[in-house]
């Protein structure tokens, strides 16, 4: 029984999780069809901002980074987007898992 | 072509170091053959789940909106966590006294209950990185120009035949050496990997701005090991190893093991006493 309602939960928790994440400073990254970054350095100001993903590529992409806590998988052409939260200023390594020889970098600015 | 049977290896190693380990688990005696269907239903349902989440990161399917995407990673993360954690100290009360159970006949449901949560764990395992396979052989082989589909999709077979290998190796690992140990070495390494799912989950839950961070990192050890390649990544990947850890991960995570250590150690005396007036057989 417990395992059900687990599985339940699961579901439930999933299908409530409404779009709520507006008024966030955003970027963009485009994973591009010649297999690079644009841009490969992307920067950004120390706290919560949200990066918009595009996959402009044919091919499935994976936007990955450890230190950035985040993966993420985009299909051919898919748009989406992810949000994060760093408070300490220095650079931070993404890739994309699925061609990894493409690498990007985070840079995060002091906010004044 | 290397790099389509890489990433199909790596990302099928995981599930099937799950169902590997339970499947020598069950098969290791007549009373636990009897969990063996949910087995394979947990790894039918995780397969069907694994499609469906496949079309939401191809953009075909939006059942589940972006933050849907990471709650529900958040969960499968946590849950399995949970489950896997349920499993390995139910294998060390039950491993020797399920005969007994089962024919005692009452406490059939308590079995009966714990199938269940196998079959969820193995359908989360399954379908965690089988999405990601999908998605990824499905792009791979449909956006295939220069080489020909019919081989990148021969070397996605490839790269699933060299995980079956994979899990034959831990089903020979588990006849080579004694039970015993081969019990011990799963054990370690699936509490490593439901550490790391416990990290992954929590990653998850800082990302959603659920939960604080507290410090933000406590440390950089990426001088030391980094977490994005190589051994540093294997550690991240299966113990929750992070260069850049939030406080807020390291707490949780050195809770998990205190946790893990007292339930492990209440089992561990559990047993004893429970072998003490019958002694073990094997």
New interface residues.
């Given amino acids: 029984?417990?395992?059900?309602a687990?599985?339940a939960?699961?579901l439930l928790?999933?299908?409530?999780?409404?779009?709520?994440?507006a008024d966030l400073p955003t970027f963009t990254l485009t994973f591009k069809p010649d297999g690079t970054f644009e841009p490969a350095r992307l920067e950004v100001p120390a706290g919560?901002f949200k990066i918009a993903l595009i996959n402009d590529?044919?091919?499935?992409v994976?936007f990955e980074?450890?230190?950035l806590?985040?993966e993420k998988?985009?299909?051919?052409?898919?748009?989406?987007?992810?949000?994060?939260?760093?408070?300490?200023p220095g650079e931070?390594?993404f890739?994309d898992?699925?061609?990894?020889q493409v690498r990007g970098t985070l840079v995060v600015k002091p906010q004044e | 072509m290397e790099q389509v049977l890489f990433i199909v290896w790596r990302e099928s190693v995981e599930a099937l170091l799950v169902v590997g380990i339970l499947y020598s688990w069950l098969r290791a005696t007549p009373e636990g053959r009897r969990g063996l269907p949910y087995l394979w239903g947990g790894v039918a349902a995780g397969l069907g789940l694994a499609l469906l989440l496949a079309l939401v990161l191809l953009g075909v399917s939006s059942w589940l909106s972006d933050e849907g995407q990471e709650w529900f990673q958040a969960g499968m993360a946590l849950a399995a966590c949970a489950l896997v954690v349920q499993m390995v100290v139910w294998m060390k009360r039950h491993g020797r006294t399920l005969k007994r159970e089962l024919e005692g006949g009452a406490r059939q449901s308590v079995v009966h209950d714990n199938w269940w949560g196998l079959l969820v764990l193995v359908a989360i395992a399954v379908a965690r990185e089988g999405s990601e396979t999908v998605v990824f052989l499905y792009g791979t082989v449909s956006a295939a120009q220069a080489q020909s589909p019919w081989l990148l999709a021969l070397a996605g077979v490839a790269g699933f035949a060299v995980a079956l290998l994979t899990f034959w190796l831990l089903q020979l690992g588990g006849r080579l050496i004694t039970w015993r140990r081969f019990f011990r070495l799963t054990e370690a390494l699936l509490l490593l990997l439901a550490g790391a799912l416990l990290v992954g989950g929590l990653d998850h839950l800082i990302s959603l701005g659920v939960l604080p961070t507290l410090v933000d990192p406590v440390w950089d050890s990426s001088w030391l090991l980094d977490d994005s390649i190589g051994v540093g990544k294997v550690l991240a990947d299966f113990a929750g190893y992070r260069a850049y850890p939030a406080l807020t991960s390291v707490l949780c995570l050195a809770a998990y093991w205190l946790i893990v250590w007292a339930l492990l150690r209440r089992t561990d005396r559990q047993a004893a006493a429970a072998a003490q007036p019958r002694p073990a057989t094997h």
């Fill in positions: 029984m417990r395992a059900r687990l599985l939960a699961l928790a999933g299908a409530a999780g409404a779009a709520r994440a919560r590529s044919s091919e499935p994976e980074s450890i230190p806590r985040k998988v985009l299909g051919p052409g898919v748009k989406s987007f992810v949000v994060i939260t760093i408070s300490r931070y390594p890739f898992d699925f061609h990894q």
